[in-house]
């Protein structure tokens, strides 16, 4: 007697793409982020 709640066999899911669109303005958001808090905290103070 086969099994009924067995899955359907369907072909094997593919892989994610490497590089979405969301990742790629992720990583750019917190390298932005990043770069400017970096610059923040280096340059030299206003006061003389």
Do not use: H, K, N
Request: charged share 25%; glycine share 2%; proline share 12%.
């Amino acid at each position: 007697m086969p099994d009924v709640v067995s899955r359907p066999r369907t072909e094997p899911e593919e892989d994610p793409a490497r590089f979405t669109r969301r990742r790629l303005w992720r990583w750019l958001a917190i390298l932005t982020i990043g770069t400017a808090t970096m610059v923040a905290c280096w340059q030299d103070p206003l006061y003389p």
